[in-house]
């Protein structure tokens, strides 16, 4: 049964990057038809996609956040990273990894971030 | 953008109700439904309008094509009082959620 587990930093000072990883377990990153998103999710607000990534590495981003986030792959590690750089208050979230067919229909537990100094 | 309405439905346990999507543009049937419990995850309930996801049961409903989309559920239980998002995957970048519907007991 696939799994994705977020891991990462809990607590980011502003301007700084905050960096998460997303585990896929019980089956391969590299299945075809799917792409790799992260999602994320103010307290006590609604989803806000952040952008995906397919496992040969092409990447697709909310262009309110494109000039700040990077997402890549780790085919060998059958694991992918979410990197938002120049973090606020306002970025203060659970973030979520999640499989799409274009839909989103595998999504991990989520691991709350928090920018303050 | 994805309009959703209203805001907040408040609904007695057995009684049935209908939830609305409205997308600017049209996205054909390309909407998605999720529930969210307090606390948890969001769960896929419908995909490409009227599709029911894996284990969903057969009280949830998804119609619509083009701009305008519902989601009805027939007899609510008690673990139904949630919050409903849509979703569309026609016209992306991005991914657009709805501002999400939320479900309370009367």
């Known amino acids: 049964q696939l799994q994705l587990q977020e891991s990462g930093s809990g607590l980011v000072k502003p301007s700084q990057t905050l960096s998460l990883t997303c585990a896929v377990s019980?089956?391969?990153?590299?299945?075809?038809?799917?792409?790799w998103n992260w999602v994320r999710q103010a307290p006590g607000k609604g989803l806000e996609w952040i952008g995906q990534?397919?496992?040969?590495?092409?990447?697709n981003y909310n262009p309110s956040l494109a000039s700040r986030v990077t997402i890549s792959v780790d085919r060998s590690r059958n694991q992918f990273s979410l990197k938002l750089t120049s973090v606020t208050a306002a970025d203060t979230a659970v973030y979520y990894c999640?499989?799409?067919?274009?839909?989103?229909?595998?999504w991990g537990r989520g691991t709350l971030v928090s920018v303050s100094s | 953008v994805m309009t959703q309405s209203p805001a907040t439905l408040s609904v007695s346990p057995g009684e049935g109700v209908t939830l609305s999507c409205r997308a600017s543009?049209?996205?054909?049937?390309?909407l998605a439904w999720y529930q969210q419990r307090p606390g948890q995850v969001p769960r896929l309930l419908i995909y490409?309008?009227?599709t029911r996801a894996t284990g969903i049961p057969d009280r949830f409903s998804g119609r619509g094509s083009g701009t305008e989309f519902t989601l009805t559920i027939s007899s609510l239980q008690s673990e139904d009082f949630a919050v409903y998002y849509c979703?569309?995957?026609?016209?992306?970048?991005?991914?657009?959620f709805g501002q999400g519907t939320k479900l309370e007991i009367k």
């Open positions: 490409d309008a009227s």
């Open positions: 999640a499989r799409d067919a274009g839909y989103l229909d595998l």
């Open positions: 019980g089956g391969s990153i590299s299945m075809s038809g799917y792409s």
């Open positions: 979703q569309q995957y026609n016209n992306w970048p991005p991914y657009s």
């Open positions: 990534i397919y496992h040969v590495g092409n990447t």
């Open positions: 543009q049209s996205v054909n049937n390309r």
